[in-house]
Every structure is written in structure tokens, then in C-alpha cells.
T-cell receptor
């Protein structure tokens, strides 16, 4: 089992460009979560998705940020018109389906640097 | 919604001593409480977890206790070693028919001094 795969591991963008971060959950997992972590800070929840559905996006900024988890392919976190404040590590995590499924497994993270 | 607080934010102990990190949560519906360890530049990794129907769980040098009435849970590390140095995050999850969501505490930076 390859675990939760994120790519790219490092991404550099200039202000105003778009950033796309991809996450493939663990085999058999159908729930995906995205968290943002600033240096020396904690994990801030952004969005929780199941296949083709956004379950909870209460932690995601209303503008410039979007997420999807299509029927086929990885989950994608998209940041449009990036600004310096978007520089952070973005962690994806996945868990199995079912009520009370628990056990969240994290990917290695994607580190976004905005110049 | 759920709110998780964590104390202390930093903790230094001598090698061989014990370390205790405490968390409180606000939503009585929370039913699962994992602890994650994050080493510098790496991903958070699950080290131990406890479910709401259990009061205590132990795995070698690590133990977690849960007090549902008081809505707090704690991580205990005994005989600390330098490799225990990391940031530790507690979390609380709320289950629902469609799945669950997790709220993390702000983290505790543990330093084990040789």
C-alpha cells in the first residue's frame, strides 16, 4: 500500500499564478481531507471531501480556493491568483468510509512557496 | 462546532523523565481522539488513539487517558528519549452517518534534553 500520495512535494509560484496540489488517498479510502500548516503552527482544517462531494468546506477561504475529488483520479486543491500569504505546507489525509471510520492517515505534504 | 485546546505549547524534559500533554474539547458528541507526532519537515503520524468507550489505552511508553465527563484527554510519555522530540497534536473527531471530521489542537513542541 503506497499510502497517501501528494504531488508536487514542492511548488514555487509567483504572485498571481495558480497552484494545483494533488492527493491520491490510500487504497480503499474514500474520504479526503486538506489541512494547511504555516511554519511553527498547527494544522488548520480546510475541506473534507468524499468522491464527487464536498462534505465540509468551512475552513476554506471563500475566494481563490477550491477543491474537488472526482470519481476518477486524485483530489485537487486549487489556489488561484496566489499571494505570499498562501505560502505554507498543505497536507492531505485520507480515511476509510463508513460511520465512525476514524484513523486519519497523512500524506507527506506539498510545500507551496509564493515569490 | 468543536474546539480543541492543548497545553502546554512547549515542553522541555530531561531524558528519562515523563512528559504529559493535555487537551480539552468542547463537543460532547466527539467519539474518537487520536494523537499525532510530527517531526521537523515531516508528515504527522498517528502514535496512539482512544475511542469514547474506553478510559485509558497504553502502548509501550505511550499512554492516553480520556475523561468524557470533563471532556479532556491526555498523552503520557514515560522514559522519554531524544527521538521523542517533536511536535505533538491532539485531535477530536465527530462522527456522523456520512463520515467524520477532525479538529486538531494547536500542538505541543516537546524537547527531550540529553
Amino acid at each position: 500500500n503506497a499510502g497517501v500520495m501528494q504531488n508536487p512535494r514542492h511548488l514555487v509560484r509567483r504572485r498571481g499564478q495558480e497552484a494545483r496540489l494533488r492527493c491520491s488517498p490510500m487504497k480503499g479510502h474514500s474520504h479526503v481531507y486538506w489541512y494547511r500548516q504555516l511554519p511553527e503552527e498547527g494544522l488548520k482544517f480546510m475541506v473534507y471531501l468524499q468522491k464527487e462531494n464536498i462534505i465540509d468546506e468551512s475552513g476554506m477561504p471563500k475566494e481563490r480556493f477550491s477543491a474537488e475529488f472526482p470519481k476518477e483520479g486524485p483530489s485537487i486543491l486549487r489556489i488561484q491568483q496566489v499571494v505570499r500569504g498562501d505560502s505554507a505546507a498543505y497536507f492531505c489525509a485520507s480515511s476509510p468510509s463508513g460511520a465512525g471510520a476514524n484513523v486519519l492517515t497523512f500524506g507527506a505534504g506539498s510545500r507551496l512557496t509564493v515569490l | 462546532g468543536e474546539n480543541v485546546e492543548q497545553h502546554p505549547s512547549t515542553l522541555s524534559v530531561q531524558e528519562g523523565d515523563s512528559a504529559v500533554i493535555k487537551c480539552t474539547y468542547s463537543d460532547s458528541a466527539s467519539n474518537y481522539f487520536p494523537w499525532y507526532k510530527q517531526e521537523l519537515g515531516k508528515r504527522p503520524q498517528l502514535i496512539i488513539d482512544i475511542r469514547s468507550n474506553v478510559g485509558e489505552k497504553k502502548d509501550q511508553r505511550i499512554a492516553v487517558t480520556l475523561n468524557k465527563t470533563a471532556k479532556h484527554f491526555s498523552l503520557h510519555i514515560t522514559e522519554t528519549q531524544p527521538e521523542d522530540s517533536a511536535v505533538y497534536f491532539c485531535a477530536a473527531s465527530i462522527g456522523a452517518n456520512y463520515g467524520q471530521n477532525f479538529v486538531f489542537g494547536p500542538g505541543t513542541r516537546l524537547s527531550v534534553l540529553p
